[in-house]
Structure formats: C-alpha cells, structure tokens
C-alpha cells in the first residue's frame, strides 16, 4: 500500500515520525495522510483516515474511534467524576469527534464551537483558531450554566435529568471539562480555550482528546506549565502520537507547490471537479428526498447543547430513519453518506444504522469550507474535490465549499444529510452541491435535519427581551451591481420608493431647516460625453496611485488590527474602497476578508441596526470602519460619538486619502483625484447615496437606499475596479516601503483641515463649516448633489481638477485661484439658499 502523505513528503520533506514505539511510524500513518492547501500560515493539512471528513471511511470506523477515546477518558476520570463531565468539541472538523466521545462517556452533555450565529441565542464565549482556513468560534449553548458545570435537567421536554447530574440548586460548578479535537498541534487553540473558559468558568480538571497529538518537543513541555499557570490538572488522551518535522523554508515551498498546480491543468478556479474528469451536467437528474421523521426536540448536533436526555431520544429512533434510507437506495452497492460542514454527527449516526440495515458498502464523509489542493496520485491524500457555492446563507458572505474524494470514487448511491437551514435554493443549483454530486453518481438522497433553534429560554438563562430578528444583507446582483462576495449591504431596498427632488428644492430645504439632506435623494447626475471620457482619462492617470494608497491601507490595517478584520464601508463613497481592500487582501495573502457597507448620515448618527447585525454575527473588535476620503472630518466626529453606546466597536476609520489629516490609518495624505469620486451610483455598483425618513425606515429597520438597475449601461463599477486591481503587482515594492514608514511614524490626527475650514468659512461669510467642503472628493459632490456657490482651486493644480472645472463650467461656478490651502480645492455651497439664488438655467447666480 503507497502512504497517502508519500507525494508530499517527497516534494517538501515534511517527515511524520511516532512516538518511539516498535511501530509507532506504521501506526501514525495509518491514521494520518498528507495534503497542501491554500494558507498564509500552514501550507501542510494532516488529513485524518478516521475522522470522517476529507476522506470517507466506514461509519463504524469513524464513530467507534471517537467512542472509543471517550471510554478512555472516562477509565481515567473514573466513575464518579465521567458523570459530572461535560464535553466541548471544536468546529468544524471535530463537532462529530467530540460527540462520539461524549457518548464513550455515557452521561456526558456535548456542546460543540460554531461559525455560523444564531439570532436569539446569546454568546457564551468564543475563540479565535490561529492555524485554522476560518477561525472565528462561537459557543452558543442553549443553556447559559453548561459550560459553568451547573448540570440541570435539560432536553425533551417532559424528559427527566440524568443520573448523577444536579440539578440547579445543587449545582456542580467544578465539573471536569473534556475539550476535543482532531489533532493537538501547537496545543494553541485548546489552551487558549481553556484559558478563556478558566477566568468565567474556574474548574480544578480538563481533559485533552485528540485523535493524535503531534506536539514538537519544544511545545510538549508547555502543558504542564499551562497546568501550573492556571493551578488546574490538565490531562491529554489521543488514539496515536507523533512529531510533524517541517524543513526550513516549507511554508513558501509549499505555497509555490499549490500555485504552481492550481495554475496547471488539475487546477481547480471553477466550480465543478478538480483531480478526476467531468463536471456537472446541465439538466441533472432531480435528487430524492428522504423523510427522516427525526424526532421532535431533538438537536441537529452540538451546537446548542445535546444531553443525555437528547440521547435517549434519538438512539431508539435511528434504526427506523436507516431503514427509510435503505428503502430509498434500492440495488445500491456502495453507498457514501456525505455530511455538511458542522453537522457531522446526525449523518454519521445514520450511516452506522445505515451499515446495520443493508448488504451494501457504506462510507462517510462530509463537506467543509477548507480549501485544499486535489492531486490524482495514490500517495496523496486528496484525489479528487467538487467545488460549490456555500448554500447555508453564511453570516461572512457567499464563498467556495468543498468536498473531497467524492468524485471518481465509485458510488453509486451519496445520501447527502443537511440541517433545513442549508435546503437553500443555492443547494438546488446548477452549480450547487446537488448538481456536482449527480455528475458522479446514479442515485443522490437528501435527507434534511431540522435545524434545532432554541424556542424559549432555558430555566437557568438569565431574563432577557429579545432583539428583533435582522435581515440579512443584501447583495448583487438583487442589490447593486457588485458581485454578491465583493459586499453584503446593510441597507434595505427602496428602489420603488421616489424619493429624487430636483437640486434646487432640496437645497432650499435643507438650509431652510424644513428637511434633512438623508431625507430624499438628488437627481441622479448624468454625465455628458465629455465627462465621461474626463472619468476615464483620469482613471488611467491615477489608477496606479490608487492602487498604491489601497495596499498601503490594506496593509495597515492587516498589520494593526489582525489577520482577519472585518471591513465596515461607510455607503456609498466608502464601499468602492473596501471592495478594493478585499481584493488586494485576497491578491497579496489569499484571505477573503467580509466586508459590508452600512449607513452613517450627518447629525444623525449609524445606522444602530447594523451595529446590532455585526455584533450579532461577528466580535465588534475585528470591525474596522472604511471611508474614501477626509474632508474636514465631520464623519469622523460623528462616528466617533455615534458609537459611544456600543461596546467593542473602534470609532478610527481607514480612508483611501486623509488630506485634512482626521485619521491615523490612511493610504496617504495626498489630496487627490480619486476617480470615484468623480461620479455618483454609477461607480458605486448603482447604489444611491442612503435615506433616514421617519415614514420609511422604522426603529427596527436599516437605513435605505435605492439600486438604480436602470442605470446599468453606463455603469463602470466593475471597469474601476479592474482597472485599479491591475496595478497591484506593480505597486507591491512601493507599498511595502511605506507601510514599514507609516508603522513606525507618529500618525497621529492633525485636524489641519478643520482649521482650514473654519478660517474659510469665517473669511467668505458664510459662518456654517458645513457648508465649506473641502478636498477634492468632496468639492466633487457638491457640483453633483448641491447648489455650488464658487470653489476655491489651490494655484497652479493640474490634472486632478480638470473635472471640477468642468463640471464647475456647466454649472456656471466660478472657480478661485488661492494660495495657502491644504487641500487642492475647496467647494464652497451657497450660503442662506434661496431658489432666487440661481436663474432659469439652473446656473449659481453670484451672492451679492
């Protein structure tokens, strides 16, 4: 038999070497293969023969090893101390692991680490997986005292506590907590976990399980140390033991190893299969549902918690769901059970009842989000993958997901088992997972899961009012012309809502008192021939230095805030930039970071709805708020207060340009032409600026804006972004030169630009700073949206302005050469507004 690590052991000289025993190498080969994936920090995988979720094995298999381990843990703990332990396994690959092992334990509750949030459900902690594709963790149980120890009754309803567990006057507080995973690497994330749980929930005993443990010798000593530290026994049970040796060298090796195949005919950049020929076939044969009859007030899995009482439930049931199964697969001969992601324990008890109901060859399997190389050969771990879109509405945005050694493998029967918040019409598409499994086998089954979702809350939660449930965020191509992984918006739709008002008017109100400017909308600015190609001889002109004022930005926040932020565009001039953060992010270190655009409107305030949908679905921590450019800084100013009733948020804001010195993470502080800000919706995906009336966005509502799908054929949304992602490669030197400038360098806001502002105002009187608009970006806006009294042009600007003097042209604004101002120019909106102020042609009539 050829190792299935002997193809990447061969190439980067990665050795796995056991534990010293007579056989310890043969052993740890058994359980453990070798592939490469896509990662900015660990280019090997260690792909697991038994757990079930890169490489289909015999359910027995899968659930007797976990089983198994769980039995060891409970000889080590004794008796006594198994029926007070409560065990927490690790999404996704480990949800079904440490399950099987709370079962070895017999009375043990389970609760497994999430990604994907669940409205109504408060968090009870969470955790970050440094090695890991997506890290982000969530611990959301059903009931708050679970990870406290305090074993109450739980379940069924009607269903009675189990043996040995208290109830919650008698609470157990110093249950021994057995945390699982499929390995124990660095042991970082494990005993970060512990450590967090430790400071809220103090216990005297952990247990490790792992299926391995490949420690280096340098990290083995750390455990007890950990254990000292912390003034708690932390034991460790793994099925087998080892050591990964890595060379020098092997992480960029091993990157180099992936592009240069992925780049290659094997390749997978589409949907469909990689490493094994065909892809899906257009008109697939319809799958066949499988009623299950899962019993009611049974979980779906661990991720609100399953009890004994659970248990109790559903062991009786899974003979009759394996025989509806069996009935559905008729002459099949080899049958693969294929899971989904994080639900990984409902379908792998189906097919060990699956295996006692039929003749035929089961394996299990599952789905996951981890990007892995496919190569062909017998000495690699991953032969084959299907690529399809996420089809469970992911709280980061559409993506890629994938499944491994499916096609080619010779089933010809895959029941694939969901949870009901994944039978999505993404699921049911031609390129969806559906479609990808019919083009490899005869027979697809579906069986769906309900999806448990706590109903009421737990006798031992704490009181609370429930929010009300959110929308999620909109995307293209429904909602703007962007690709729907490029944004989520957090807006709602009110494109069949009139809310334009000539210019004039809506002026006149504004400064009259009468209305809000967020209160309607401009007419939409339809540029002539010749200021279109003005846009796109400027693009051309700056597009490079776009792209250079992108990296240095993206590269800043990657360096200041994480690996993983979250991009937060304040709409509209701030979502073109974070659109443009993301891809440098995905180009320069393949990371997909989620971004979303929300609403932040002077005088007014956030759009508090989104700051409630984000701390929902991610830490407030990671948001990093996104904007194009700095005029005077008032945005800043009313970020900054806006967010003084939200915890966890950091009111700095990351701009493309910071000309009047507000903000310490820009680009640069160069005050110049942006060419998006050059048009309006029309370079913005065709979203409007955003609308906040009382008659149209209610408490509970996002704020509003208007997709102008009308407009879709002078749009250059796309042609921008192209057109500046173009320039990447060339700007990566100059980009890192000055960012290890910037991070060294006192960044710290000057408010130059609020002086400035100030000075002019009182100088031309006009007494309002709000009606001074200053730089390049915002005199722009005033030509397209406001009444224009004059601009004031920095002498001796070139190129940069030569749309504004256009525009200022068209509109009959004079335009003023001063010397002294920190921006290019300034735009000047006509003070103490009157429709008086302009004459029947719509031209700015001079103030007297």
């Given at each position: 038999?050829v190792w299935?690590?002997?193809?990447v052991?061969e190439?980067l000289?990665?050795?796995?070497?056991?534990?010293g025993r007579?056989?310890?190498?043969g052993?740890l080969?058994?359980?453990?293969?070798?592939a490469?994936?896509?990662?900015?920090?660990?280019?090997?995988l260690?792909v697991?023969n038994v757990?079930?979720k890169?490489?289909p094995q015999?359910p027995s298999?899968?659930y007797g090893?976990?089983?198994?381990l769980g039995?060891r843990v409970?000889?080590l703990?004794?008796?006594?101390?198994?029926?007070?332990?409560?065990v927490?396994?690790y999404?996704e690959?480990?949800t079904?692991?440490g399950h099987a092992?709370?079962d070895?334990?017999?009375?043990?509750p389970?609760?497994?680490?999430?990604?994907?949030?669940v409205?109504?459900?408060?968090?009870?902690?969470g955790?970050?997986?440094?090695?890991s594709?997506?890290t982000?963790?969530l611990l959301?149980?059903?009931?708050?005292a679970?990870l406290a120890g305090?074993?109450?009754?739980a379940?069924p309803e009607?269903?009675?506590?189990t043996?040995g567990?208290?109830?919650?006057?008698?609470?157990?507080t110093d249950?021994p907590?057995v945390?699982v995973?499929?390995?124990?690497?660095?042991?970082?994330?494990v005993l970060?976990t512990i450590?967090a749980?430790?400071?809220?929930y103090?216990?005297?005993?952990?247990?490790?399980?792992?299926?391995?443990?490949?420690?280096s010798?340098?990290?083995?000593?750390r455990?007890?140390g950990f254990?000292?530290?912390i003034?708690a026994?932390?034991?460790?049970?793994a099925?087998?033991?080892g050591t990964?040796i890595?060379?020098?060298?092997?992480?960029?090796?091993?990157?180099?190893?992936?592009?240069?195949?992925?780049?290659?005919p094997?390749?997978?950049?589409?949907h469909?299969?990689?490493g094994?020929?065909?892809?899906?076939?257009?008109?697939f044969?319809?799958?066949t549902?499988?009623?299950?009859?899962?019993?009611a007030?049974v979980?779906?899995?661990g991720?609100?918690?399953f009890?004994?009482a659970?248990r109790?439930?559903?062991?009786p049931?899974?003979p009759?769901?394996?025989?509806?199964?069996?009935g559905?697969l008729?002459d099949?001969?080899?049958v693969?059970v294929?899971?989904?992601?994080?639900l990984?324990y409902?379908p792998l008890r189906?097919?060990t009842?699956?295996?006692?109901?039929?003749?035929a060859?089961?394996?299990?399997?599952?789905?996951?989000?981890?990007?892995v190389l496919a190569?062909d050969?017998?000495?690699?771990?991953?032969?084959?993958?299907l690529v399809?879109?996420?089809?469970?509405?992911?709280?980061d945005g559409p993506g890629?997901r994938y499944?491994y050694?499916?096609a080619?493998?010779?089933?010809?029967a895959?029941?694939?088992?969901v949870d009901?918040?994944?039978d999505t019409?993404?699921?049911?598409a031609p390129?969806?997972l559906l479609a990808?499994l019919?083009?490899h086998t005869d027979?697809?089954?579906l069986?769906v899961?309900p999806?448990y979702?706590?109903s009421?809350p737990?006798p031992h939660?704490p009181?609370?009012?429930e929010?009300?449930?959110l929308p999620?965020?909109?995307?293209?191509p429904?909602?703007?012309?962007?690709?729907?992984?490029?944004v989520g918006?957090l807006?709602?739709?009110?494109?069949d809502?009139?809310?334009?008002?000539?210019?004039?008017?809506r002026?006149?109100a504004?400064q009259?008192?009468g209305?809000h400017?967020a209160?309607s909308?401009?007419?939409?600015?339809?540029?002539?021939a010749?200021y279109?190609?003005?846009f796109?001889a400027?693009l051309?002109?700056?597009?490079?230095?776009?792209a250079?004022?992108?990296?240095?930005?993206t590269?800043t926040v990657l360096?200041?805030r994480?690996?993983?932020?979250v991009?937060?565009?304040?709409?509209?001039a701030?979502?073109p930039v974070?659109?443009l953060?993301?891809?440098?992010?995905?180009?320069?270190?393949?990371?997909?970071?989620?971004?979303?655009?929300v609403s932040?409107?002077?005088?007014?305030?956030?759009?508090?709805?989104?700051?409630?949908w984000l701390?929902?679905?991610?830490?407030?921590a990671?948001v990093?708020?996104?904007?194009g450019?700095?005029?005077?800084?008032?945005?800043?100013?009313?970020?900054?207060a806006?967010l003084d009733g939200?915890d966890?948020?950091?009111?700095?804001?990351?701009?493309?340009?910071?000309?009047?010195g507000?903000?310490r993470?820009?680009?640069?502080?160069?005050?110049?032409?942006?060419p998006?800000?050059?048009?309006n919706?029309?370079?913005?995906g065709?979203?409007?600026?955003t609308v906040?009336?009382?008659?149209?966005?209610?408490?509970?509502?996002?704020h509003?804006a208007?997709?102008?799908?009308?407009?879709?054929?002078?749009d250059?949304?796309?042609h921008?972004l192209?057109?500046v992602?173009?320039?990447?490669?060339?700007?990566?030197?100059?980009v890192?030169a000055?960012?290890?400038e910037?991070l060294?360098?006192d960044?710290?806001?000057t408010?130059?630009?609020?002086?400035?502002?100030?000075r002019?105002s009182e100088?031309y009187?006009i007494?309002?700073?709000?009606?001074?608009?200053?730089g390049?970006g915002?005199?722009t806006r005033?030509?397209?949206?406001?009444?224009p009294?004059?601009i004031?042009?920095?002498?001796?600007?070139?190129?940069?302005?030569d749309?504004?003097r256009l525009?200022?042209?068209?509109?009959?604004?004079?335009?003023e050469?001063?010397?002294?101002?920190p921006?290019s120019c300034?735009?000047l909106?006509?003070?103490k507004?009157t429709?008086?102020?302009?004459g029947?042609?719509?031209?700015a009539v001079?103030?007297?």
């Amino acid at each position: 038999m050829v190792w299935s690590g002997s193809w990447v052991a061969e190439r980067l000289g990665v050795e796995l070497v056991g534990d010293g025993r007579s056989d310890g190498d043969g052993e740890l080969k058994d359980l453990l293969g070798l592939a490469l994936r896509r990662n900015p920090k660990r280019a090997h995988l260690l792909v697991s023969n038994v757990l079930g979720k890169h490489v289909p094995q015999k359910p027995s298999v899968v659930y007797g090893t976990g089983f198994e381990l769980g039995r060891r843990v409970r000889e080590l703990l004794g008796e006594a101390e198994a029926c007070r332990a409560v065990v927490l396994g690790y999404a996704e690959t480990a949800t079904g692991l440490g399950h099987a092992v709370a079962d070895g334990l017999g009375v043990a509750p389970y609760l497994h680490s999430t990604r994907r949030p669940v409205e109504g459900v408060a968090r009870a902690g969470g955790f970050e997986e440094s090695h890991s594709h997506a890290t982000s963790h969530l611990l959301l149980p059903e009931d708050p005292a679970l990870l406290a120890g305090d074993r109450g009754p739980a379940g069924p309803e009607g269903a009675e506590g189990t043996e040995g567990a208290e109830g919650a006057e008698g609470a157990d507080t110093d249950a021994p907590l057995v945390l699982v995973d499929d390995e124990f690497s660095t042991g970082n994330t494990v005993l970060n976990t512990i450590r967090a749980l430790h400071e809220r929930y103090p216990r005297s005993r952990y247990v490790i399980v792992a299926l391995v443990d490949m420690r280096s010798p340098a990290d083995r000593g750390r455990l007890a140390g950990f254990a000292a530290e912390i003034g708690a026994r932390v034991d460790l049970v793994a099925r087998g033991s080892g050591t990964v040796i890595l060379p020098e060298g092997v992480l960029a090796k091993g990157q180099a190893l992936v592009a240069a195949h992925e780049s290659g005919p094997a390749g997978a950049t589409a949907h469909g299969a990689a490493g094994s020929a065909g892809t899906a076939a257009p008109g697939f044969r319809p799958c066949t549902r499988v009623d299950l009859r899962w019993p009611a007030g049974v979980p779906d899995g661990g991720r609100h918690g399953f009890t004994p009482a659970h248990r109790a439930v559903l062991e009786p049931a899974l003979p009759a769901m394996a025989a509806r199964i069996a009935g559905a697969l008729g002459d099949a001969r080899r049958v693969l059970v294929l899971g989904f992601e994080e639900l990984m324990y409902a379908p792998l008890r189906l097919g060990t009842a699956l295996e006692d109901h039929t003749d035929a060859e089961v394996r299990y399997s599952t789905t996951t989000r981890s990007p892995v190389l496919a190569v062909d050969d017998p000495g690699y771990a991953i032969r084959t993958r299907l690529v399809f879109p996420a089809h469970d509405n992911p709280a980061d945005g559409p993506g890629d997901r994938y499944a491994y050694n499916v096609a080619g493998a010779g089933f010809d029967a895959v029941v694939l088992a969901v949870d009901s918040a994944a039978d999505t019409p993404e699921l049911h598409a031609p390129d969806g997972l559906l479609a990808q499994l019919a083009a490899h086998t005869d027979h697809v089954l579906l069986a769906v899961v309900p999806s448990y979702v706590p109903s009421r809350p737990h006798p031992h939660a704490p009181e609370r009012q429930e929010p009300p449930v959110l929308p999620e965020p909109l995307r293209g191509p429904a909602f703007s012309s962007y690709a729907p992984d490029e944004v989520g918006w957090l807006l709602q739709d009110l494109s069949d809502t009139e809310l334009e008002a000539p210019t004039e008017e809506r002026e006149e109100a504004i400064q009259s008192g009468g209305a809000h400017y967020a209160e309607s909308l401009p007419v939409e600015y339809q540029p002539s021939a010749e200021y279109q190609e003005l846009f796109k001889a400027a693009l051309e002109l700056s597009a490079a230095r776009v792209a250079r004022a992108v990296g240095t930005v993206t590269e800043t926040v990657l360096a200041e805030r994480g690996p993983r932020p979250v991009l937060v565009s304040l709409a509209r001039a701030g979502t073109p930039v974070g659109v443009l953060m993301r891809r440098w992010a995905r180009h320069r270190h393949g990371i997909d970071l989620p971004h979303y655009a929300v609403s932040i409107v002077r005088g007014r305030g956030i759009d508090a709805n989104a700051l409630r949908w984000l701390a929902a679905h991610h830490d407030p921590a990671d948001v990093v708020f996104v904007d194009g450019w700095t005029g005077k800084g008032a945005i800043t100013r009313e970020l900054s207060a806006a967010l003084d009733g939200f915890d966890g948020f950091d009111p700095e804001i990351a701009v493309l340009a910071d000309p009047g010195g507000c903000v310490r993470t820009y680009g640069t502080r160069e005050d110049f032409l942006i060419p998006s800000a050059c048009l309006n919706s029309t370079v913005s995906g065709l979203i409007s600026r955003t609308v906040l009336r009382a008659d149209l966005v209610g408490p509970e509502d996002f704020h509003g804006a208007k997709f102008y799908r009308e407009l879709a054929d002078t749009d250059v949304s796309g042609h921008f972004l192209d057109t500046v992602a173009a320039h990447f490669d060339e700007v990566v030197d100059a980009v890192d030169a000055e960012v290890k400038e910037l991070l060294a360098a006192d960044r710290a806001p000057t408010w130059e630009g609020w002086a400035a502002v100030e000075r002019i105002s009182e100088e031309y009187g006009i007494h309002d700073v709000n009606l001074v608009k200053p730089g390049v970006g915002e005199t722009t806006r005033v030509l397209l949206r406001r009444v224009p009294w004059k601009i004031l042009a920095g002498r001796g600007a070139g190129a940069d302005l030569d749309h504004i003097r256009l525009l200022a042209e068209q509109r009959g604004v004079p335009v003023e050469e001063v010397d002294g101002l920190p921006y290019s120019c300034v735009g000047l909106i006509h003070p103490k507004y009157t429709r008086g102020a302009t004459g029947a042609d719509g031209k700015a009539v001079e103030s007297k």
